[in-house]
C-alpha cells in the first residue's frame, strides 16, 4: 500500500513549464518566487477543471 499514488496526483504536472492554458497563473507565481516576495495567501477561484489545485500545489 506504500507505492499507491492517487492518480489525480500521479497525472499532475509536476514543474510550472508543464501547466497548459495557466500561462498569467504561473508567470506571477514564478516572478513572486524569483524575487522571494510571496504573499501570505493567493486566491485561485474559476469553474472545475482549469488548473486551480495543480497550480496551488506547484508553488508549495
Known amino acids: 500500500m506504500d507505492n499507491f499514488i492517487v492518480s489525480a496526483r500521479k497525472y ?23 524575487n522571494k516576495l510571496l504573499a501570505h495567501a493567493y486566491l485561485f477561484c474559476g469553474p472545475r477543471g482549469i488548473g486551480k489545485t495543480t497550480c496551488a500545489m506547484q508553488s508549495i
Open 12 to 34: 499532475r504536472p509536476a514543474t510550472f513549464k508543464s501547466v497548459v492554458g495557466q500561462n498569467s497563473i504561473t508567470t506571477t507565481l514564478k516572478n513572486a518566487i524569483q
